[in-house]
């Protein structure tokens, strides 16, 4: 079986046979999907097109006129050291072989009995290539600590520091043809960091989503393929699936850990060979837009109990982005809480309200379950009900009150803490809000029972609630 592997340069395929370059072209296309090669038929325009044009790969003929591949093969490796050379001849001569190979040669294939394992070279040369490439821009990335696309991240908001290490690294595998595995808790923004690695990739195709949980195996079979006109009852017209609607874009699939047994096969034929079938035909299409696929499974557990192939893991995580979830970057919650509020307000068409002081540090220590979705569901629901200049607690305070999720926390001697061993202390007039909060909570709004739960007087009491806006039982 030959991979489908349609690489991000050029490739140079130089022979004086104009009728081996053009087979070996049909073959490149037909058996791997690459159809990015540049034919030369005259060795002496080699170094100019090597200057001129992307090529990350050389194919080169031994024996032709004017310049001999003998002759060729150590000026392109001295001016050009990154582009791997893999020779061609017509004869089987192990010496010459040695000697080019010695010379710096990738591989030596004779072309006139080993077409088979020469695009097997072909795709591992690419693959090594891709590898070289991604590994040197990630390291750039990393090093330089900057975002060259910067504007494709738009969408997502963020002070996080692990989150901006993601998005470079989505900079330095964007322009893989690799598929992207994206995982993460439900709610934390899968979605968007799938439409920011479509942007980055500048492909010029569009992002088609689909949406595969729950689909039954005809269903996603029709969905992606498309279908023949009278390929089953009721299909009295050609459709075409979401693949060939992805064509030079971006195919996301979204809840691929919910993918029947049947329908994974399905996708890993796909991605392993790059053709497919439409229900109906015996016309084989190839596919020619990214794959990015996204999850809130653990699909190793998945793997364990029987529900998800290995083999199709391994397949889909070219690479791999993992979104942390709210609670682990509680420096987002402020800065997406505002933003929300802003939303919200324009929305429904209100004035932004006053944000009672001891809110954020009650958001930032709550554990969200649902993540970034939950917490602008919060503040949408707060805004609907809000009336008065100071936002009103009361949405915060049903949700937050009944919060059993959040770890422990623990201090330097192992004892129990409220506050995170990490963080800087808050200020003492926000704690001390947080802790006339919680026992209004506790005492279901009931001011004598708080204040003798906290240990202070009433009119005392009753000054805070009135400075918070927050005196409702």
């Given amino acids: 079986m030959i991979e489908s592997l349609t690489p991000s340069f050029e490739i140079l395929l130089v022979d004086d046979e104009e009728a081996w370059l053009r087979s070996i072209s049909m073959t490149l296309a037909m058996s791997g999907g690459i159809n990015n090669v540049v034919r030369c038929s005259d060795s002496r325009k080699v170094l100019e097109l090597l200057r001129s044009r992307p090529i990350g790969l050389v194919l080169l003929d031994l024996n032709m006129p004017h310049l001999t591949g003998q002759d060729l093969l150590p000026t392109i490796i001295e001016q050009h050291p990154d582009v791997p050379v893999i020779v061609l001849s017509g004869l089987n001569q192990v010496s010459v072989a040695v000697e080019c190979m010695q010379k710096g040669a990738f591989d030596f294939f004779v072309k006139t009995v080993e077409e088979e394992r020469l695009i097997q070279g072909i795709h591992r040369a690419i693959r090594m290539i891709d590898l070289q490439r991604e590994n040197s821009e990630m390291k750039s990335r990393i090093l330089s600590d900057r975002l060259e696309h910067a504007e494709a991240f738009a969408d997502i908001l963020t002070a996080d520091r692990a989150m901006l290490s993601i998005f470079r690294y989505i900079e330095?595998?964007?322009?893989?043809?690799?598929?992207?595995?994206?995982?993460?808790?439900s709610g934390v923004g899968k979605e968007l960091v799938a439409r920011a690695v479509h942007k980055v990739s500048r492909r010029p195709g569009q992002l088609v989503s689909v949406n595969v949980a729950g689909l039954d195996d005809q269903i996603f079979s029709d969905t992606l393929f498309g279908h023949t006109r009278g390929a089953f009852t009721g299909a009295e017209l050609p459709r075409s699936g979401m693949i060939e609607r992805a064509a030079d874009g971006t195919l996301f699939l979204d809840e691929i850990g919910d993918l029947a047994i049947t329908s994974q096969v399905k996708l890993l034929r796909l991605l392993q060979e790059g053709e497919y079938f439409s229900l109906g035909s015996d016309v084989p299409k190839r596919m020619n837009a990214r794959v990015v696929v996204a999850t809130h499974h653990d699909l190793a557990t998945k793997q364990a109990a029987g529900e998800f192939r290995k083999d199709f893991y391994y397949r889909l995580c070219g690479h791999h982005i993992h979104i942390p979830a709210l609670r682990e970057r509680p420096d987002d919650i402020p800065l997406l809480f505002d933003h929300f509020?802003?939303?919200?307000?324009?929305?429904?068409?209100?004035?932004?309200?006053?944000?009672?002081?001891?809110?954020?540090?009650?958001?930032?220590?709550?554990?969200?379950?649902?993540?970034?979705?939950?917490?602008?569901?919060?503040?949408?629901?707060?805004?609907?009900?809000?009336?008065?200049?100071?936002?009103?607690?009361?949405?915060f305070k049903r949700v937050l009150g009944k919060d059993?999720?959040?770890?422990?926390?623990?201090?330097?001697?192992?004892?129990?803490?409220?506050?995170?061993?990490?963080?800087?202390?808050?200020?003492?007039?926000?704690?001390?809000?947080?802790?006339?909060?919680?026992?209004?909570?506790?005492?279901?709004?009931?001011?004598?029972?708080a204040c003798r739960l906290i240990g202070i007087s009433q009119p005392a009491l009753s000054k805070r609630l009135k400075k918070t806006g927050d005196s409702a039982p």
Avoid: C
């Fill in 341 to 395: 509020l802003d939303e919200a307000a324009r929305e429904l068409n209100k004035k932004k309200p006053t944000v009672p002081k001891e809110l954020p540090v009650l958001l930032t220590n709550y554990a969200f379950p649902g993540n970034v979705r939950e917490l602008r569901a919060l503040v949408y629901d707060a805004m609907s009900r809000h009336e008065a200049h100071m936002l009103s607690m009361e949405t």
């Fill in 404 to 449: 059993q999720s959040r770890p422990v926390r623990l201090d330097a001697h192992g004892q129990r803490s409220v506050f995170v061993p990490t963080e800087p202390l808050p200020p003492l007039h926000e704690v001390s809000d947080l802790l006339v909060a919680e026992a209004m909570r506790r005492a279901e709004g009931n001011q004598s029972i």
């Fill in 172 to 185: 330095a595998v964007a322009g893989s043809s690799q598929p992207i595995l994206i995982t993460g808790e």
